[in-house]
DNA sequence: GGATTTGGTGAATCAGCTG
DNA sequence: ACAGCTGATTCACCAAATC
């Protein structure tokens, strides 16, 4: 087989300096860090994670709930005449556990939180404060709400996740084309409708109560790791609970690190994760978009034979005839260049495919020259 | 993780002296100030308005041009009332027209809000931050979005309404049996589907282009202000537009002011009203009881429009004519009710399918109202 | 006249690499 | 930092034109 030309350039680096790049051995890879999340994230080091899920508490109230950035405890509010101190505790808790999650992150790292209308607006725009990006926010749409018994409000039937990269010019993964797959064949929307986590899925402790107020459905973290994570990345959890992003990590191929402070959710998680069973190889791997398949020059393509100088390309609509160049250039009357490039000026088009714009005749009718790339990718592939 | 316990929020600012009782004649009812919205609201006493719906500028920061895949361009909101140096000012900006609706506003009023994810974290924090309660974020989940044509991020198939009152005791006015009449007796939820606002609908200046970038559909605010309002209410919209908010008060026997600054929008505005006609006053009331609740979507179907309140409603063989109401019930005569319970008390039956039993006068000819349920279903379909 | 095709457009934070 | 080149990418609905 002859050896696959590449032209797309190595990926870029993940981090800046490769002097601070970690090594993945040196994580705790697949455990549970106990204590608080802000402190647990301390014993991490810089640029190390490339995905944070985050299911923060939402309450002010309960006390215990809420720490200081320097780890002293705040008093719950019992007197809440202040409304200030409320949302300022919430607000500096958020604060704090962000501003570390932000330190752990890659510079092309993301992160979900997902909360209600109590607490997504705080965080939301103290994210936007640190320098997180929006991405998207993403409603959870809940099949099965619990309804509103007194009648007194609209039932309160989604959650809200905000996606955020790490800055505005950051870059950010998502599978776009793994995501269309899923849908449909249909972009995915911002509105995902799913339903709450119960029956089997639910977790139960030893009395047959609950094991978790809170617990997520495995389905939205296979959709939020499916689309904004590749296999082998390192996923951080901070508000582990019962661990489901630990386990739909480790099904999708995912490392991941939980944070979590309770005996007993960390007991729960550890015993599920460990039965949970990763895929196979071959069933994680997703549809690639276009855009990360490996670049083809349309000058390989007819060095290789398939559109062979001389050929004559036209539009679909066959308003214009141009003939290929050896060099891969094309020709257009006067007109010479790229197959975008000279595309592009017929049409006076802001911009122009090529590959999908011209066509050639084939044996079985016009075509575009996209085809005769894929052919030519079936052929150098090993 | 805690358990979910609501957030605290201040106590409910009080009327400082409930002698300052305002005389609605007092106020420029049906009129659209002009100017700034801080500024013309100053102009209004202080406790008069019972509810306020906003469509603030989003502080979309938008990059270069888009075009889509066809190479197209896209008429993006470039606008310079959409436009702030920084976070700091948009959120001085957004508290200084929160904080003077919140003077207007009554003790009992509520405020609406509708925003995206550029700018709903900071709108909703900062409502939190001067007393408001927030009783529902509600999403506007939209059958029509703009798709994300580069492929780099979920469609952003959504936009956030916040749903205020005065404070954690506040009252505030729920038409809970109105609601779940127009939802098929169903609770109505927090996730509302609505297509975009176009067609026929959309305002057009007089060169054809649309005549405001951000339209909203007036199913949206004949949602928000059958729920939260109730007739001969004083509404208010310090971000009036083309007047969608006008519009469904004065059809809805709403009284409404409005701000706006821009001169174009204010004339197409006023025009768009004058053609505007009330509602009949037995349209408009609203099922109050359980024992009249029609039990169909019929209501989805008034709301879009297709069969508009006060539309007549007869049986095949026109032996009986009905007004639809803007609650999705019906009248005959004294006789109240859902269409299929109006249609069965009238022939006496043990029952009755409304959907074919009654009919409206099409352009060609009677049509069953199964008719415009398809239409519905058709337009709202995902 | 009805069915089908074509074209337009909507609150959008919409690319990545090389030189 | 910035310019230039390559080339990846869209859904639902409405209206007008065409068959």
Redesign the pocket.
């Known amino acids: 087989m002859g050896s696959v030309t590449k ?6 680096a993940r981090v800046k300096s490769a002097a601070v790049k970690v090594d993945k051995k040196d994580l705790p890879l697949g455990r549970i860090l106990d204590g608080d999340c802000v402190e647990a994230m301390r014993s991490l080091p810089d640029n190390c994670i490339d995905l944070i899920f985050a299911d923060p508490p939402y309450n002010l109230q309960l006390g215990g709930d809420l720490n200081r950035p320097d780890g002293s405890h705040v008093d719950a509010v019992t007197d809440h005449w202040d409304q200030f101190d409320s949302f300022g505790a919430y607000d500096r808790f958020t604060r704090a556990w962000l501003t570390e999650a932000r330190r752990v992150l890659k510079p092309d790292g993301a992160i979900w939180v997902i909360g209600s209308y109590h607490n997504i607006f705080r965080v939301g725009a103290l994210m ?1 404060d640190l320098g997180f ?4 926010d993403i409603v959870w749409r809940k099949t099965n709400p619990m309804p509103n018994f007194r009648g007194t409000r609209f039932t309160n039937a989604h959650e809200t996740l905000i996606w ?1 990269s790490m800055g ?1 010019k950051a ?2 993964h998502f599978n ?2 793994a995501m ?1 797959t899923l849908n449909d ?3 995915m929307r911002s509105d995902w409708v799913l339903p709450i986590c119960s029956g089997g899925e639910r977790l139960k402790d030893d009395a047959g109560h609950k094991a978790h107020p809170t617990q997520k459905p495995e389905a939205l973290l296979y959709r939020v790791l499916l689309a904004t994570s590749e296999a082998g990345d390192v996923v951080l959890d901070p508000f582990f609970g019962t661990g489901t992003t630990g386990a739909v990590a480790k099904r999708l191929g995912r490392e991941w690190i939980g944070c979590e402070r309770e005996d007993a959710y960390r007991k729960v998680a550890t015993a599920r994760i460990a039965k949970e069973l990763p895929l196979d190889e071959s069933a994680i791997t997703t549809m690639q ?3 990360d ?1 490996p ?4 000058g390989a393509v007819v060095e290789a034979g398939l559109l062979p100088p001389g050929t004559k390309l036209t539009d679909k609509q066959r308003r214009w005839i141009a003939e290929v160049r050896a060099d891969g250039s094309i020709a257009c009357g006067a007109l010479t ?5 000279v595309g ?1 000026e017929l049409q006076g088009a ?7 714009f011209w066509h050639y005749e084939a044996a079985d009718g016009l075509k575009p020259i ?1 085809a005769a790339r894929q052919t030519y990718l079936l052929a150098v592939e090993d």
């Open positions: 032209l797309r350039a190595a990926p870029a936007q990006w929006i991405l998207n955020a505005e870059k950010y776009y084309r269309k064949e249909l972009q978009s276009k855009r398949a670049r083809v020059a349309f260049g790229s197959i975008h490039g592009k802001p911009s122009c495919n090529g590959w999908s996209d």
